[in-house]
């Protein structure tokens, strides 16, 4: 579900309409922090898309919490 960049930070490789993907890699994750509510998107409450700490690009959203291995 994620691959580095160009820049070196974490990538969502589902982009910005994967929303089943989204829920589902939040569901694991165990830094996720619902953000703002204005700044929520996605039905499903805990997910990537509704994260504090996703940063959204032109294609997808990069993950400025998630550790690379």
């Not at 994620?2 to 490789?13: C, D, I, K, L, M």
């Amino acid at each position: 579900m994620w691959f580095t960049n160009q820049r070196g930070e974490q990538e969502f490789t589902g982009g910005q309409n994967d929303w089943t993907g989204a829920a589902k890699a939040a569901a694991s994750c165990p830094q996720f922090l619902p953000d703002a509510e204005e700044e929520c998107i996605a039905d499903e409450p805990r997910s990537c898309y509704n994260c504090r700490y996703r940063r959204w690009n032109a294609s997808s959203f990069t993950c400025v919490n998630k550790k690379t291995a």
